[in-house]
């Protein structure tokens, strides 16, 4: 079984984040491995590997100038990646994105392709949807267990009351909740191995997608302001009477 | 106003229509001349209600013979572009299945999409307003491609209220050829056992973060709720650590709450938690660190241990009952 995990390298979510002047998020740090995307690598590796044979694709859209993120994929275990890089993509819209992913994914035919249900930095949380409904395949998004049963796909599907089983035949795009899988730590020998496994470069004019890109995006940022902030009320040092302080401010705002 | 037409989906649940959906009708019925509303399942039965928050048509999709919503839903939404001309905009709830019908609708239609919005006004054409860096700035944006824009608002952006309307007028919303895409199938539903209200819906929230120690220090928190009468809530920390489902995740990718009172309890105060929480009317937070970011916006702060606090606050609480 072929799987291709859409992988994304964002900006450190941890470190503090800007926008450029265009109101694009300032992308010009060190790029890492979207945490969110972990989770897809590892059910993708461990989805082959129940298989028996098949390999794992990680498909990204981004600058390439740093693929560090991508070969940290790679160190898990996944066998080559391809990125589509193109000047003309800064500030892609998600449905640009799926286009320009659509177009690398379909050359690939998978059996299956994963996504995180949303992205640390955009989290549109559309995207792989978007994808699906472009490469005319059902898809199944929250996934919190995957199964694979020859050419159908089992998904516990997560809902406001629980949960529902969900099954699809392949090829299908499955999104996956952080939790579906424990991710692996890269070992040193994946590491060593990931220096010489196949990173593909892809342009726009390479995937023939250049008036996809032309027609731009169908939207624009007016303008950016300061939230209002919240101010803080008393604080005390609970010495044995922080659940009283609590019950007086419960009860002065007529909750109990 | 100078919108003249705002549809929005909405979804049913238990033979009603959810919260979010509500909200959303009000919210369309505020800025636009003409509201109609898109939904599957039994649409007689919630004719009445759409009407009633200001929808005047109501799309019916029908019964969906046990696919996944996102496909055929979208696929009905598409074709009434066609036949009946694109709205200004379509307004769709933040949900599991409604950001499936976005996804899908916005590649049929090669409409852009708007996701996270949590306002909405009327500038000389639709204006959607988005928290960004952990609701610390706001980013206002709009459409500068064809109608429709889609929209996916964030629940609890808006008051769902009843204009008075009288029931939607029923119309059939047919499904297209969906080919492969619409071969996901359900086929069982669980429900994990839930006592009192829905996170979303309580008054009283009380929310644990990693610093409760382990998962079992969790039943604090849910008997806690239990004695308020309201929802226990949760940090994304102890979701991806298993401790309890996402289903009670508050923040930026979990729920937003607006209780009247948040009660935050071994929970730091992370931006991305924040955002989800901060419109809270009082926010109450107990921590052992007297630096945590979560007493800048707590209007009661006790700098404390959770497993000294919280088991008298239980037995305050326990007394007056
Ligand atoms: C893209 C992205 C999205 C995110 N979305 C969300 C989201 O939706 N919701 C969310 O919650 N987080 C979200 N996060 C994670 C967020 O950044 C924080 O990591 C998380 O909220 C921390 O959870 P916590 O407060 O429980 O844990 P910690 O930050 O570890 O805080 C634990 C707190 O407990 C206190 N404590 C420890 N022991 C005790 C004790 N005995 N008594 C009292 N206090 C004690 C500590 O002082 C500390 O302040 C997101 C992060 C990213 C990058
Ligand atoms: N530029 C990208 N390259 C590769 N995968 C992406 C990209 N953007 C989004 N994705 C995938 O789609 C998921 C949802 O993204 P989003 O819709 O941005 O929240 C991400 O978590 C990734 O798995």
Redesign the interface.
């Known amino acids: 079984m072929n799987v291709v995990v859409c992988a994304k390298q964002i900006p450190d979510p941890a470190a503090p984040?800007s926008?450029e002047p265009s109101?694009n998020l300032n992308r010009s740090g060190k790029l890492i491995l979207d945490e969110a995307d972990t989770y897809g690598v590892e059910m993708a590796l461990q989805l082959v590997d129940a298989a028996g044979s098949g390999e794992v694709t990680v498909v990204s859209m981004g600058a390439a100038a740093d693929v560090a993120g991508l070969r940290n994929a790679l160190a898990m275990g996944a066998a080559k990646a391809v990125i589509v890089s193109d000047d003309t993509l800064r500030g892609a819209?998600?449905?640009t994105t799926?286009k320009v992913l659509a177009a690398a994914i379909g050359r690939l035919e998978p059996d299956l392709v994963l996504a995180a249900t949303?992205s640390s930095d955009g989290?549109?949380?559309?995207?792989?949807?978007?994808?699906?409904?472009?490469l005319?395949?059902?898809?199944?998004?929250?996934a919190?267990k995957v199964t694979v049963n020859g050419t159908t796909i089992n998904v516990e599907?997560?809902?406001?009351?629980?949960?529902?089983?969900?099954?699809?035949?392949l090829p299908?795009v499955v999104t996956v909740?952080?939790?579906v899988v424990e991710p692996r730590y890269a070992s040193f020998k994946g590491i060593m191995a990931a220096k010489s496994k196949p990173v593909e470069v892809l342009s726009v004019a390479d995937l023939g997608l250049g008036d996809v890109v032309a027609a731009g995006?169908?939207?624009?940022?007016?303008?950016?302001?300061?939230?209002e902030a919240?101010?803080?009320?008393?604080?005390?040092?609970?010495d044995?009477d922080?659940?009283?302080?609590?019950?007086a401010?419960?009860e002065s705002?007529k909750?109990? | 106003m100078t919108l003249s037409s705002l549809w929005v989906l909405a979804e049913p649940?238990n033979g009603s229509l959810t919260t979010g959906s509500l909200e959303l009708l009000s919210a369309a019925h505020a800025l636009a001349t003409n509201v109609a509303a898109i939904t599957w399942g039994d649409a007689n039965a919630v004719a009445a209600l759409a009407g009633e928050y200001g929808a005047s048509t109501l799309y019916s999709v029908g019964d969906l013979g046990g696919a996944?919503p996102?496909?055929p839903v979208?696929s009905a939404i598409a074709r009434l572009v066609e036949s009946h001309g694109a709205p200004d905009a379509i307004l769709i709830p933040t949900?599991?299945d409604g950001?499936?019908v976005?996804?899908?609708l916005?590649?049929?239609l090669?409409?852009?999409?708007?996701?996270?919005v949590t306002g909405l006004a009327d500038n000389a054409g639709l204006?959607t307003e988005h928290?960004?860096?952990g609701?610390?700035?706001?980013?206002?944006?709009?459409?500068?491609?064809?109608a429709p824009?889609i929209v996916?608002v964030r629940a609890k952006s808006f008051a769902a209220e009843s204009t008075g309307g009288s029931p939607a007028v029923v119309a059939a919303a047919p499904i297209g050829d969906l080919?492969?895409?619409?071969?996901?199938?359900?086929?069982?539903?669980?429900?994990?056992e839930?006592t009192g209200p829905q996170l979303e819906d309580a008054?009283?929230v009380v929310s644990g973060g990693r610093g409760l120690g382990s998962a079992d220090k969790y039943a604090l928190i849910e008997e806690l709720a239990g004695l308020?009468k309201g929802a226990a809530g949760a940090s994304r920390a102890i979701?991806?650590a298993?401790w309890v489902p996402?289903?009670r995740q508050v923040g930026?990718?979990g729920k937003t709450v607006k209780p009247?009172?948040y009660?935050a309890c071994a929970i730091s105060g992370a931006t991305q938690h924040m955002v989800g929480m901060?419109g809270s009317?009082?926010?109450?937070a107990?921590n052992k660190d007297?630096d945590a970011p979560i007493?800048?916006?707590?209007?009661?702060?006790?700098?404390?241990?959770v497993n000294?606090?919280?088991p008298?606050?239980i037995?305050?609480?326990r007394q007056?009952a």
Not at chain 2, 179 to 192: D, K, Q
Not at chain 2, 295 to 305: N, P, R, T
């Open positions: 984040q926008l109101n819209d998600a449905l799926a949303e989290y549109t949380g559309t995207l792989p949807v978007q994808l699906a409904e472009l005319d395949l059902p898809s199944i998004t929250f919190k599907r997560q809902t406001e009351a629980g949960y529902d089983e969900v099954t699809s035949p299908a909740t952080a939790g995006t169908g939207q624009a940022v007016t303008r950016v302001v300061a939230a919240r101010q803080s009320g008393e604080k005390h040092v609970d044995g922080g659940a009283q302080k609590i019950v401010f419960l705002i909750v109990i | 649940s996944l996102g496909a979208a949900s599991y950001r499936d976005a996804g899908r916005s590649a049929k090669n409409a852009t999409v708007l996701t996270n204006e928290p960004i860096f609701g610390t700035q706001s980013a206002f944006a709009r459409f500068t491609g064809s824009g996916v080919g492969a895409s619409g071969e996901a199938r359900v086929l069982a539903s669980h429900v994990e839930r008054a009283v308020l979701v991806d298993g996402y289903s930026q990718t009247t009172v009660l901060k009317k009082n926010i109450v107990v007297p007493f800048q916006i707590a209007d009661l702060g006790i700098v404390g241990d000294s606090v919280l008298a606050l037995e305050a609480l007056r």
